[in-house]
């Protein structure tokens, strides 16, 4: 054991110097206190492994003492050494943390078997709860390491996603011009190629608009930033601008709002949440309809945009929340979109810490409600 240094502690001058006696031969380092008070100065200026701790002593008691030198360095090892060995105490000593207990009087020969197997359970705890750290940090590594893995897969996908979708529009535009440089347009056709022209470089510009908006989205919301919406307010004008389109297709509009409520939101994200989704309405609507509805539903607020458009089947329900996606139906009806609407819908209702649904029948018409929690967020006026 040779080096390990040893601290006793107790009231008896003839206890303390009597197991310097006994453990200095052996190579041990000792030092003594003779109360609590010393032992704790001493302890903080040296390096201690070991602790020979009187349960009875006037002042702190060998067992508060005991509670503070763990506070001090959880590997000290305590071995309680008193006259009056109890159950009771012992009990007491081991559950505040000693490790032996070593009833008075003992032998030289008993004091040094308690201290050595003291120090071997001290480094064997020592090596115990490395190991576990190390364990620990292993583990922790290997988490972050798979977590990044999963973010790069998971960015370099959504990369390649954008690059394609990008590349799609721009692609057109470049066809278009070539075919028109080269004389392949007949000067009634021209027109109709600018219009298309215009028509691909407005949708890349949507698509670089919406991928900016959905990228700020993700970034969170700025608390500084959030300002009384009155969300009848919002939902009224976003119907009335785009009220327009609906009627140069026939449809009927109608808005109906049953609650007044307001709620801390950034400046747009409520504007963006209603436009696309009624915007969405007018367009996969070819007759009949698009209603909105604003209520207050067990302390939520609740706005459904119902539509009797062309509706949904089951399986695109679940895709249509991916960015870029855009079902064929959907194509068909609207030929021109982004597929990036709805996750701008989905970003906005959960950073509003609400829920969004979608009940739709395929060539029937979709029902999207919005629930947002009004509680949390509602202004005080
Ligand atoms: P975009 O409308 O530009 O295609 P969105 O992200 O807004 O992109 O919508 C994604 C897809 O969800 C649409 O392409 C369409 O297939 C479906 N969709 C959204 N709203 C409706 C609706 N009201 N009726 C039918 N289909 C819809």
């Known amino acids: 054991m040779g080096t390990a240094t040893i601290l006793v502690v107790d009231d008896e001058v003839g206890m303390r110097e009597g197991c310097r006696r006994a453990l200095t031969p052996h190579g041990y380092q000792v030092s003594v206190a003779e109360h609590g008070a010393e032992a704790l100065r001493k302890l903080r200026d040296r390096h201690v492994d070991l602790v020979l701790l009187d349960a009875m002593m006037p002042g702190i008691s060998g067992l508060e003492l005991l509670g503070k030198i763990h506070e001090h360095d959880p590997d000290i090892v305590c071995i309680m050494i008193t006259g009056y060995a109890t159950v009771d105490l012992a009990a007491r000593a081991m559950k505040a943390g000693a490790q032996a207990f070593l009833p008075k009087p003992f032998t030289s020969d008993e ?6 197997q003291g120090l071997q359970d001290r480094q064997r705890q020592i090596e115990l709860r490395q ?10 590594l290997q988490r972050t390491q798979q977590e990044r893995a ?14 394609h979708e990008l590349r799609n529009p721009v692609g057109v535009v470049k066809n278009y011009l070539q075919l028109m440089r080269a004389g392949y347009v007949d000067a009634d056709e021209r027109d109709e190629y600018l219009d298309r022209l215009d028509q691909r470089a407005t949708q890349l510009l949507d698509m670089l608009d919406e991928l900016l908006e959905l990228a700020h989205l993700k970034q969170g919301l700025d608390p500084s930033n959030l300002r009384p919406v009155s ?17 140069a297709k026939g449809l009927v509009c109608h808005v109906q709002i049953s609650s007044e409520p307001t709620i801390k939101a950034q400046p747009g994200h409520l504007d963006s949440l209603w436009r696309h989704l ?5 367009r996969y609507t070819p007759r009949g309809s698009v209603d909105v509805v604003v209520t207050e539903e067990d302390g ?17 329900l679940g895709r249509i929340f991916q960015e870029f996606y855009r079902s064929e139906s959907a194509k068909a009806q609207c030929e021109l979109g982004t597929g990036l609407g709805l996750p701008i819908v989905e970003q906005i209702v959960r950073l509003y810490g609400g ?14 409600t919005v629930r947002l929690p009004k509680e949390a967020l509602t202004a005080t006026p």
């Open 111 to 116: 004091l040094l078997s308690a201290v050595k």
């Open 131 to 140: 190991q576990r750290e190390q364990e620990e940090e292993a583990l922790a």
């Open 150 to 163: 999963k973010f790069n897969a998971v960015e370099s996908r959504f990369m390649l996603v954008v690059v």
């Open 231 to 247: 969300v009848s307010s919002v939902v009224s004008s976003v119907v009335e601008s785009l009220c327009e389109k609906a009627t």
């Open 278 to 282: 009624v915007d969405n309405a007018i």
């Open 300 to 316: 939520q607020i609740v706005g459904r945009v119902i539509d009797t458009g062309i509706g949904i089947s089951n399986e695109e």
């Open 355 to 368: 829920r969004i649904e979608v009940d739709s029948q395929l060539g029937q018409g979709s029902v999207f």
